[in-house]
């Protein structure tokens, strides 16, 4: 079973910027899609960011503009790139693959915006 273990959250000033990396235990050009979902506090997991095998892209409405993915297969790892930060943006950001059926998750990692 693939791991997939995130770093990179912290505490960040609105407008700041962050980086979130996720490394795979196995190579990523494996993993069909691998994406980002968000759990701000109190509220349900959602998907915010995914890449597809072949580096295609799609992200939520909220972050069009200020996140991008990114992979790079040659390290095994996808990156979650998070600009103009928003207090909003707030939570334990999770990194996903997809193999086959199959949905793994990495620990998550916190990411807390303050004003």
């Known amino acids: 079973q693939v791991q997939l273990v995130e770093s990179g959250g912290g505490l960040v000033q609105a407008g700041g910027s962050l980086r979130l990396s996720c490394a795979a235990s196995e190579s990523t050009s494996s993993i069909n899609y691998m994406g980002w979902y968000r759990q701000a506090p109190g509220k349900q997991r959602d998907c915010v960011a995914l890449i597809s095998s072949g580096g295609m892209t799609n992200y939520v409405d909220s972050v069009k503009g200020r996140f991008t993915i990114s992979r790079d297969n040659a390290k095994n790892t996808v990156y979650l790139q998070l600009n103009s930060l928003k207090p909003e943006d707030t939570g334990v950001y999770y990194c996903?693959?997809?193999?086959?059926?199959?949905?793994?998750w990495g620990q998550g990692t916190q990411v807390t915006v303050s004003e």
């Open positions: 996903y693959g997809v193999i086959g059926a199959t949905m793994h």
